[in-house]
C-alpha cells in the first residue's frame, strides 16, 4: 500500500532555531517499508510548507494511507493537515500524543479522522494498515481507536533493538537544526519512558516505564548518521538519558573507541548527576546538559512532585560546569501554589546558579496528567494568549487562582527573559565564549531578537 506519513506544517513560515527530525513518524515508516510498503514522510514543519504546498504534495503522492502526527499546543495545525488529505488519502489515521490524550474525542475535534492510534504507534500501526490492506477486521488491534471502539493502548515495546533504524532516508536531512550546535545535526532516541512522576508530565499519561536500547545499538547508530550523513551534532532526544550509570559510560567508551569526531547533547536529571558520569561525558563530546530545574523554590518542587531538592540543583550544576559541560535549565512559571515574589526568586536562582542557559514557560495541564485533572477539580483552567519568544502558540492552556492570573503570567514571563538573558552577568559570559565572527553575528541576532520581543511587549 502507498502510505504517507506527515509532520504538519508550522503555524508561521519563519525561519526557526530549532528543528529536528520527525523520528516518531520514522520508526514508523521503517516498521511499515519493513512490510514491503510504499512509505513517503512530508515533513512540512521542516520545509515550511503553506498549506497549499502541502495539499498539492499529498495530491502527487496519491496515498492509500496519510497518517498524521499532532502535539496538543498545535493540534489547529495537524488538523488543517486532516482536511487537506481528506481530498486524496482513502483512509486517515492520526497518532501522536494529543491522540492519546484526547482518545474518542479526537472524532468530534476532526470528524474527517478515520482512526486513531494511542501509545507507541509501531505494532498499531503495521496491524491496522495489514488489516486495510487485507479487509480483515480491525476491531483487535491494540491501541485502535474508532468512532465505534476503543482499545487499549499496545503493550510497550520492551526490546527496542528489535525496531529497525528510523527511515531518515525519507526525511529532509540539510533542513534541520538545533540551537548551539555546530555542522549538521540531527537526534537520537536511545531509550523511552522515564522512571519518575512529575504531574505536568505527558509522559504519565500511560505510565512512564523506561526502556533502553543496547549501547551497541545506539553506537551503530551514531555510526550510521556520522558515516552516511555527515552529522557533527547529535541531540539525544531521551526523556531522560542519564538514568543508568553504567550505559552512559559505555556509550561514551563506545563513541571515544570508534574515535566518532561529534558534538552531542543531552537531558539530565539533578539527583542522578555524578562527578565520574560527566567526566566520561566530557570526554566523549558532550557539549550541553538540560536538566528540568522548574523551580528554585522547594514548595514548588515538592507540588510538581519533581522528587528533587534545591540543593541538589546547585549541586549538579556546580559538578557539570566543573566538568567543562554547559548545563541549561528548564523552568516553568505559573506554579499555582507559588506567588509573583516567590518566582522572581526561581529567576535570580537561575542566575545564582550559573545556568548557561534557561528556558522559561507557562505552566501548561495537558489533557490526561494529574496536573489537568487537579486543576480543572479546583477550577484553575483557562486559555490565555501565549507571549513566549519560544513558543509559537496563539492559545495555551494556564492556571488561574488567587496567586495568578494573565496579567501577571505574562509580565513574570517577560521578567524572567529580561532578568536573565539581558543581564550584564549572562551577557559577559557569552561574550567571553565567541571564537568567530560568525559565532557573534549569530549571538547579536539571537539577543536582538529577545530585546525586541521584550521592547515590543
Same mark, same amino acid.
Given at each position: 500500500?502507498?502510505?504517507?506519513?506527515?509532520?504538519?506544517?508550522?503555524?508561521?513560515?519563519?525561519k526557526?532555531?530549532?528543528?529536528?527530525?520527525?523520528?516518531?513518524?520514522?520508526?514508523?515508516?521503517?516498521?511499515?517499508?519493513?512490510? #514491503?510498503?510504499?512509505?513517503?514522510?512530508?515533513?512540512?514543519?521542516?520545509? #515550511?510548507?503553506?498549506?497549499?504546498?502541502?495539499?498539492?504534495?499529498?495530491?502527487?503522492?496519491?496515498?492509500?494511507?496519510?497518517?498524521?502526527?499532532?502535539?496538543?499546543?498545535?493540534?489547529d495545525?495537524?488538523?488543517?493537515?486532516?482536511?487537506?488529505?481528506?481530498?486524496?488519502a482513502?483512509?486517515?489515521?492520526?497518532?501522536?500524543?494529543?491522540?492519546?490524550?484526547?482518545?474518542?474525542?479526537?472524532?468530534?475535534?476532526?470528524?474527517?479522522?478515520?482512526?486513531?492510534?494511542?501509545?507507541?504507534?509501531?505494532?498499531s500501526?503495521?496491524?491496522?494498515?495489514?488489516?486495510?490492506?487485507?479487509?480483515?477486521?480491525?476491531?483487535?488491534?491494540?491501541?485502535?481507536?474508532?468512532?465505534?471502539?476503543?482499545?487499549?493502548?499496545?503493550?510497550?515495546?520492551?526490546?527496542?533493538?528489535?525496531?529497525?533504524?528510523?527511515?531518515?532516508?525519507?526525511l529532509?536531512?540539510?533542513?534541520y537544526?538545533?540551537?548551539?550546535s555546530?555542522?549538521?545535526?540531527?537526534?537520537?532516541?536511545?531509550?523511552?519512558?522515564?522512571?519518575?512522576?512529575?504531574?505536568?508530565c505527558?509522559?504519565?499519561?500511560?505510565?512512564?516505564? /523506561?526502556?533502553?536500547?543496547?549501547?551497541e545499538?545506539?553506537?551503530?547508530?551514531?555510526?550510521?548518521v556520522?558515516?552516511?550523513?555527515?552529522?557533527k551534532?547529535?541531540?539525544?532526544?531521551?526523556?531522560?538519558?542519564?538514568?543508568?550509570?553504567?550505559?552512559?559510560?559505555?556509550?561514551?567508551?563506545?563513541?571515544?573507541?570508534?574515535?566518532?569526531?561529534?558534538? /552531542?547533547?543531552?537531558?539530565?536529571?539533578?539527583?542522578?548527576?555524578?562527578?565520574?558520569?560527566?567526566?566520561?561525558?566530557k570526554k566523549?563530546?558532550?557539549?550541553?546538559?538540560?536538566?528540568?530545574?522548574?523551580?528554585?523554590?522547594?514548595?514548588?518542587?515538592?507540588?510538581?512532585n519533581? #522528587?528533587?531538592?534545591?540543593?541538589?540543583?546547585?549541586?549538579?550544576?556546580?559538578?557539570?560546569?566543573?566538568?567543562?559541560?554547559?548545563?541549561m535549565?528548564?523552568?516553568?512559571?505559573?506554579?499555582?501554589?507559588?506567588?509573583?515574589?516567590?518566582?522572581?526568586?526561581?529567576?535570580?536562582?537561575?542566575?545564582?546558579?550559573?545556568?548557561?542557559?534557561?528556558?522559561?514557560?507557562?505552566?501548561?495541564?495537558?489533557?490526561?496528567?494529574?496536573?489537568?485533572?487537579?486543576?480543572i477539580k479546583m477550577? /484553575?483552567?483557562?486559555?490565555i494568549?501565549?507571549?513566549?519568544?519560544?513558543?509559537?502558540?496563539?492559545?495555551?492552556?494556564?492556571?488561574?487562582?488567587?496567586?495568578?492570573?494573565?496579567?501577571?503570567?505574562?509580565?513574570?514571563?517577560?521578567?524572567?527573559?529580561?532578568?536573565?538573558?539581558?543581564?550584564? /552577568?549572562?551577557?559577559?559570559?557569552?561574550?567571553?565564549?565567541?571564537?568567530?565572527?560568525?559565532?557573534?553575528?549569530?549571538?547579536?541576532?539571537?539577543g536582538?531578537?529577545?530585546?525586541?520581543?521584550?521592547m515590543?511587549?
Amino acid at each position: 500500500m502507498k502510505i504517507l506519513l506527515i509532520q504538519p506544517p508550522p503555524r508561521n513560515i519563519q525561519k526557526e532555531d530549532i528543528i529536528v527530525p520527525p523520528l516518531g513518524i520514522a520508526y514508523l515508516a521503517a516498521v511499515l517499508e519493513k512490510k #514491503g510498503h510504499n512509505v513517503g514522510i512530508i515533513d512540512g514543519f521542516a520545509e #515550511g510548507l503553506d498549506y497549499q504546498t502541502l495539499e498539492n504534495r499529498i495530491k502527487d503522492f496519491v496515498p492509500d494511507i496519510v497518517g498524521i502526527t499532532g502535539m496538543t499546543p498545535v493540534i489547529d495545525n495537524a488538523f488543517r493537515t486532516v482536511k487537506a488529505a481528506r481530498k486524496y488519502a482513502k483512509h486517515i489515521i492520526m497518532g501522536g500524543p494529543h491522540a492519546s490524550m484526547v482518545r474518542k474525542n479526537i472524532f468530534e475535534q476532526a470528524p474527517e479522522i478515520d482512526f486513531s492510534i494511542q501509545g507507541e504507534g509501531e505494532t498499531s500501526i503495521s496491524m491496522l494498515v495489514d488489516a486495510i490492506d487485507k479487509g480483515s477486521n480491525i476491531s483487535s488491534i491494540p491501541g485502535l481507536i474508532t468512532r465505534d471502539f476503543e482499545n487499549p493502548p499496545a503493550c510497550y515495546i520492551e526490546n527496542l533493538d528489535s525496531l529497525p533504524l528510523p527511515a531518515r532516508h525519507l526525511l529532509p536531512n540539510d533542513k534541520y537544526r538545533y540551537i548551539l550546535s555546530k555542522g549538521k545535526v540531527t537526534t537520537i532516541f536511545s531509550s523511552r519512558g522515564c522512571p519518575y512522576h512529575c504531574i505536568f508530565c505527558d509522559k504519565t499519561v500511560f505510565g512512564s516505564k /523506561w526502556r533502553a536500547r543496547s549501547s551497541e545499538n545506539v553506537l551503530e547508530e551514531i555510526e550510521l548518521v556520522v558515516r552516511d550523513l555527515g552529522v557533527k551534532s547529535i541531540v539525544f532526544y531521551d526523556d531522560l538519558f542519564t538514568v543508568k550509570k553504567d550505559r552512559v559510560v559505555e556509550i561514551c567508551k563506545g563513541i571515544l573507541d570508534r574515535d566518532l569526531d561529534i558534538e /552531542w547533547k543531552a537531558e539530565g536529571r539533578v539527583n542522578i548527576v555524578d562527578e565520574e558520569t560527566l567526566k566520561w561525558m566530557k570526554k566523549a563530546g558532550c557539549s550541553m546538559i538540560a536538566y528540568g530545574v522548574e523551580s528554585g523554590n522547594q514548595k514548588g518542587l515538592d507540588y510538581l512532585n519533581k #522528587g528533587t531538592k534545591v540543593e541538589q540543583i546547585r549541586n549538579a550544576f556546580e559538578l557539570t560546569q566543573k566538568a567543562g559541560i554547559k548545563p541549561m535549565g528548564y523552568f516553568v512559571l505559573g506554579i499555582p501554589v507559588e506567588t509573583y515574589e516567590e518566582e522572581i526568586g526561581t529567576i535570580e536562582f537561575a542566575k545564582e546558579i550559573k545556568a548557561a542557559y534557561a528556558q522559561f514557560s507557562v505552566l501548561s495541564p495537558t489533557p490526561g496528567t494529574k496536573l489537568y485533572d487537579d486543576v480543572i477539580k479546583m477550577g /484553575w483552567y483557562r486559555e490565555i494568549d501565549a507571549q513566549n519568544p519560544m513558543d509559537k502558540d496563539l492559545k495555551r492552556p494556564a492556571i488561574i487562582n488567587e496567586n495568578w492570573d494573565e496579567i501577571k503570567l505574562n509580565k513574570i514571563l517577560r521578567e524572567a527573559h529580561r532578568k536573565f538573558y539581558l543581564s550584564p /552577568w549572562y551577557i559577559m559570559q557569552r561574550l567571553k565564549e565567541i571564537r568567530s565572527l560568525k559565532e557573534f553575528a549569530d549571538k547579536a541576532s539571537a539577543g536582538l531578537k529577545l530585546l525586541k520581543w521584550y521592547m515590543g511587549r
